[in-house]
């Protein structure tokens, strides 16, 4: 057996969900935790009341005050700064309704902007910044407790999955901590070829990294509740060895030394039950993907540390790149089934909120190292690959719905679930702000009316006429839209570490105007999608969970023309309309009717990985972690331990699942990871997959014999010792493909 922690008599639970494992044997004293656990009565847990707090409840209650009273405040002067400029035009019913969703609008924006400001402000006093990472200062010695680190995946590319493990491996081994540590690889995946290619990617990195007993894989049979049931199911069968786990996505990647500093920071802080990091995004190669890469990396900083500022230990969790404590997370993180069915019912999609949420509200913190610099992941490369990923986020985020009112939610819970829901009906709200905008400008000329004579009281106290008024408004709200973007480029210039992490000064100011100009022709764009994906939820629509595009030679003209054909037709009608009502409106109108006509132009032209590479060899867009690569990224650019021509599932005429029967090492490697069982082997499906190959059985049978470990042996003693002319073509061109002509070797010259 390669699963070398078993000893002689054990073997996997019997359980449906794991008739394929590898796992460690479960100690004898280390039981379930939890709800998550049908047949374990565990006492609640709760964090220690000694343990020390690093910011009190009343400094948390005078920053959150602070913060979003201001924001508050800033906000109603910009809804009486409008309703004021609506009397000088003469007060109708319709502007009740544009001063309404000018408030929520405004109230993101404004709230948005002072999270920048807010972490301009927590930059320029930093001896007073709150950073949970201080705890871990000057520890050094081993860890005190175990910790695992779960990469879940699903249908995706084994080989670069097992080279992020490989380095994080190799990193976290470069500290010296590598013993507190275990790794699991925690498969969904649903295609058959693509599980005999990770078994064997598997086999290849544990041997040659001689961790057998410390890298782990496991595949469901059942994939129930998505990413959430794939993480519940480790924690409810090997969750009670670990202090706590590192949860990855397949994308991630994270330097070691990180990885064990916030080991220290879980040990030393008793309270602690989720860390979560601000991952950087890497490896860009589409102008779409450099685009979204460079905006995080110069303006996401001011964000983090301005949401940190106000969140403190009652954070959130964003699904990935973060710590969490086992035992509280078994306890009180098992989600609940939503009222009535999907997409608004159902069960929860966006579980990290929900589950962040939950932990806080038991008493736990969750925590935002936002200094933490070593982790990372990877984008979807084109628009439309990105909107198709956010369908997902939009029905699982508008789900919370039923739960932003929910009893014992915290307010700061409460304001993320709240967040995550205007993230995606915020764009429907703009596209109806627009559309009646539109409406009553077309009203306003049609009837011929002119500015009251009414001054209103800006005009009365500060004496100015109604088109300055809305001048000053439309400045406003332009600043508050831009002044975070400026403010990170001034920050970036004054330091020249930092401006030389993106190429130099030149590259960087052209960098910003590039991205500024970009993301006004996105946005548009992104705003009729999620206006789509909201009608779609309340028409009933649901959405199918899918693997994430995370490579691509870009999007095509007809798929561009076919996705953003709307967006385009919509955008020239509401050309000619806003043309019809007058120069000055068409003009203010004329950045986002631009990007919804030209749609499809920007989605192919961003897609291109050829202008990626132009604008990555003139430094525009540059990240420091693409011009001064991190060790971590290194490491997984060149790790290979999956690989071996020996023991391979991609060789010619005998691919995943026919190397699984056909190749003796490869079958060897799934028979023993099957479970031994009683059950009997489904002869007739054997027998005519032999005789009539492998398009004679679909998914599911093929499945169900290639989880029989008796029938799997079978198969590949018959193809290897029946005639070829007793069996299909396809099983004999995969033996004859191990044959040697003599005449391909030439005689060593002499």
Known sequence: MLNQDYQEGESPQEDANFRHVVTPPVEENAKPTGHLFADAQIPEVSPPASAPVLVGPFRAWL?????????????????????????RQGFHKSHYFLLAIFALLNSLLVLGSFHALAGVWDWLFGWRSVRV?????????????????????????????????ESIYRSIEATGRLESFDFFILSDTTQLNLWVEEEVAWTNLSRKLNAFGRIFYRRRRINENRKAGNIGDFVKTWGGRYEGM????????????????????????????????????????SVFTRLQQFAMRLYGPLFVRGLNYWQLGQGSYWGHNALIRVKPFSEFCE???????????????????????????????????????????????????????????????????????????????????????????????????????????????????SELPYEGLVGKYLHIGGNQQALILTFMVI?????????????????????????????????????????????????????????????????????????????????????????????????????????????????????????????????????????????????????????????ADTASAAVDSALTANAMNREGVMAAVVDPYVNGVHVSLLETNAEECPSELIEKWLSDGPESLNKLEMAEVMYCAQGMLFMHRSVWARPFEHMNAAWSRAVESYRTRMEDFSPAEQ
Not at 346 to 368: C, N, P, Q, R, T
């Open 63 to 87: 920053r959150r005050a602070f913060f979003f009273g201001t924001v508050a405040i800033v906000n109603l002067i910009a809804v009486l700064w409008l309703a004021d400029l609506f009397n």
């Open 133 to 165: 990472t201080k705890l871990a200062h000057h520890r050094e010695g081993a860890l005190q407790s175990r910790y695992a680190v779960v990469m879940p995946v699903y249908n995706e590319d084994i080989v670069k999955v097992c080279a992020r493990v």
């Open 246 to 285: 590192l949860v990855l996505d397949a994308d991630s990647l994270m330097e070691g030394r990180d990885i064990v500093k916030m080991a220290k920071i879980m040990d030393v802080n008793p309270r602690l039950g989720i860390l979560q990091t601000p991952p950087k995004l890497i490896r860009g190669s």
């Open 335 to 449: 989600l609940p089934a939503l009222p009535g069915k999907e997409p608004f019912g159902g069960k929860i999609l966006s579980h990290d909120f929900v589950e962040a949420a939950l932990m806080v509200k038991a008493g736990w913190e969750v925590w935002l190292a936002w200094d933490i610099e070593g982790t990372y992941e990877e984008a979807p490369p084109t628009l439309i690959d990105h909107l198709k990923r956010d369908r997902r986020w939009c029905q699982g985020n508008l789900q919370h719905m039923w739960l932003v009112f929910a009893r014992g939610f915290p307010f700061p819970s409460r304001a993320h679930l709240f967040m995550g829901i205007m993230a995606y009906l915020g764009s429907p709200v703009w596209f109806l702000f627009l559309i009646v905008s539109t409406w009553v400008a077309w009203d306003f000329r049609e009837s011929d009316l």
């Open 479 to 635: 600043s508050l839209l831009f002044a975070p973007k400026i403010l990170a480029w001034l920050g970036a210039l004054i330091h020249p570490r930092v401006r030389k992490g993106f190429g130099n000064m030149f590259s960087l100011t052209i960098g910003v105007l590039l991205e500024m100009i970009l993301s006004a022709l996105l946005a548009p764009s992104i705003m009729v999608a999620h206006t789509f994906m909201v009608l779609g939820m309340i028409l009933g629509r649901s959405v199918n969970w899918g693997n994430q595009t995370r490579e691509t030679d870009g999007t095509g003209w007809f798929e561009a023309i076919r996705f953003h054909g709307p967006a385009t037709v919509l955008g020239i009608a509401w050309s000619a309309v806003a043309w019809r009502i007058g120069e000055v409106f068409f003009l203010w109108m004329s950045p986002i009717l631009a990007g919804l006509v030209f749609s499809s132009v920007v989605s192919v032209w961003t897609s291109r990985a050829r202008y990626g590479r132009a604008l990555q060899r003139k430094k525009i867009l540059s990240t420091p972690e693409e011009l001064f690569t991190p060790e971590i990224i290194r490491l």
